[in-house]
């Protein structure tokens, strides 16, 4: 069996033709298996989908129940049957209900990651190594300079500005599928107890999240009706990275503000924000991550699909090990990290 008869990238996304559906297809298609529910993996129109409880529930949070034809709840490690193809959903670190997925026939199997992270994190089920003979990974950190800081050690230092300067209200950026809850978890792990601020854009997947048995404690609306705007003097209020362009922000008494993302070891990139406190915490691999997971699961090919394709190809080269880029398009690498 050849790889590409089993997966080949198609303009919708990565296709297998004998089992006539789209991994993360990024345009409606009639089956689609979707690894996991941020915006540019995850999209409405679909004849069907496969994926897990998890992503399946947020899909219909963020998209509304009638976000495809007919859905398919799949268990981690559960095998399901597909025109031929088996076909495997097992945990990738990257957000709740995130799976890798692997596709398998006559015992030649293929491993796609979507977004993964190998990071600690408790709102997430951890990775899973899985063997198989090509690897498919993101390479979103897919240079050498991206090297993730501790993230404990990143939300000490929110704690740390809170103490420093009390009368400022902390506002800090969040992307509400994923971050959100990671900060919060990260915060109650600091030893932050204290309420933290919900902007309402995060209420729900929060909610949903809590509901799934994260411990994110006591998160109430950042609502300024109920409140006057110094009542939030030092305080943590999480919101959305769109509200931090509107008026929102400017409410708040003496407004600190903060952004939780990867990119945020990128200076540049916090300055053009206009960030005061940028806290490095990334739901991707970092590019010791990505070496040291290839390495690990030392597949006989690997293919990379959006990032910086390009220096991990060239990696994998130089270790001898067979590589190409994808270039998939319609996966953003800012879009949710
Ligand atoms: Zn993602």
Not at 261 to 273: E, K, T, Y
Request: glycine content about 12%.
């Amino acid at each position: 069996m050849r790889a590409a008869d089993l997966l080949q990238p198609r303009p919708e996304g990565l296709y297998c033709p004998p089992g006539d559906f789209f991994v993360d297809p990024v345009r409606p298609v009639g089956r689609a298996l979707v690894t996991h529910a941020h915006s540019d993996h995850a999209t409405a129109g679909h004849g069907a989908v496969l994926a897990t409880r998890e992503t399946l529930d947020i899909m219909a949070i963020r998209m509304g129940d009638g976000f495809a034809g007919t859905t398919q709840a799949v268990a981690y490690g559960e095998g399901v049957a597909i025109g031929g193809v088996s076909v495997g959903f097992h945990p990738a670190g990257h957000v709740l209900g995130s799976a890798q997925i692997a596709v398998e026939r006559e015992g030649f199997r293929i491993v796609a990651a979507g977004d993964y992270k190998r990071a600690a994190d408790p709102t997430c089920a951890r990775f899973e190594p899985v063997r198989g003979d090509v690897f498919i990974t993101e390479a979103t950190f897919g240079l050498p300079v991206f090297r993730h800081p501790d993230p404990l050690d990143e939300v000490r230092k929110l704690l740390h500005s809170l103490a420093q300067f009390p009368e400022r209200t902390h506002l800090v950026g969040v992307y509400a599928l994923g971050k959100a809850q990671r900060l919060i978890a990260l915060l109650r792990a600091a030893g932050h107890g204290g309420p933290i601020f919900l902007h309402g854009a995060l209420r729900r997947l929060c909610d949903y999240y809590a509901s799934r048995g994260a411990a994110l404690g006591e998160l109430p609306d950042a609502t300024l009706a109920r409140g006057r705007a110094r009542d939030f003097a030092g305080q943590i209020v999480l919101g959305p990275p769109s509200a931090f362009t509107g008026p929102w922000v400017r409410r708040f008494a003496e407004p600190l503000i903060g952004f939780a993302s990867g990119w945020m070891q990128v200076r540049a990139r916090a300055r053009q924000r206009g960030v005061e406190l940028p806290l490095v915490i990334s739901d991707h691999c970092d590019w010791t991550e990505l070496t040291a997971t290839i390495d690990e699961l030392d597949p006989g090919e690997v293919w990379v699909t959006h990032g910086r394709e390009e220096a991990l190809v060239r990696w994998c080269s130089l270790a001898g090990r067979p590589a190409r880029p994808l270039h998939l398009v319609g996966y953003e690498d800012e879009a949710e990290d």
